[in-house]
T-cell receptor, first 115, second 114 residues
């Protein structure tokens, strides 16, 4: 089954304690991205990756890092989490950024609370 | 990417068809109409997309007007589990920009009631 898998689904952590949210896709997609969703603000892109070893900032990259060492994995790293990073996070993948008529696949979401 | 206009909310009785409209009067020739939905706090889920012709899959049907300025998503037999926010997007790729960014508007909150 084609899917994007995120872990963990829920996470409560303390300010400053480094954490990683994992994302993996099994569709050999080139493009992967991270979004955060906050009430009234919709989906905002954090980082994206066009392919292995190619990453770039989205609209709200501050406080986040990513890496793309393998095609299937795109972890989101919070080096020093702060309460304003409390949010619902989604990983998404596409066959390619400019692939016509294709559909996007999303992970189940990670609800992060930073206290 | 062309902008879309959707009603803020709609209700539907369980077992009846849910018809969700979307206006996209500035759509260009190579842009698809995409529909996604998001059930409370879950990841957005792709439903269907189309370019010119009407489309049907196991989840829904998509009716696109001949001038392509509007479309309707039809859930033929709505269930309680179809309660969600439904997003209509027009784009050439998956609903995103040329850099793959996906932008969902406010969408339509569909409530299916018993």
């Amino acid at each position: 089954e084609a899917q994007v898998t995120q872990n963990p689904r829920y996470l409560i952590t303390v300010t400053g304690k480094k954490l990683t949210v994992t994302c993996s896709q099994n569709m050999n997609h080139e493009y992967m991205s991270w979004y955060r969703q906050d009430p009234g603000l919709g989906l905002r892109q954090i980082y994206y990756s066009m392919n292995v070893e190619v990453t770039d900032k989205g609209d709200v990259p501050e406080g986040y890092k990513v890496s793309r060492k393998e095609k299937r994995n795109f972890p989101l790293i919070l080096e020093s989490p702060s309460p304003n990073q409390t949010s619902l996070y989604f990983c998404a993948s596409l066959p390619a950024a400019r692939a016509y008529g294709t559909e996007a696949f999303f992970g189940q979401g990670t609800r992060l609370t930073v206290v | 990417d062309a902008k879309t206009t959707q009603p803020t909310s709609m209700d539907c009785a369980e077992g009846r068809a849910a018809n969700l409209p979307c206006n996209h009067s500035t759509i260009s020739g190579n842009e698809y109409v995409y529909w996604y939905r998001q059930i409370h706090s879950q990841g957005p889920q792709y439903i269907i997309h189309g370019l010119k012709n009407n489309e049907t899959n196991e989840m829904a049907s998509l009716i696109i007007t001949e001038d392509r300025k509007s479309s309707t998503l039809i859930l033929p037999h709505a269930t309680l589990r179809d309660t969600a926010v439904y997003y209509c997007i027009v784009s050439f790729n998956a609903g995103g920009t040329s850099y793959g960014k996906l932008t969902f508007g406010q969408g339509t909150i569909l409530t299916v009631h018993p």
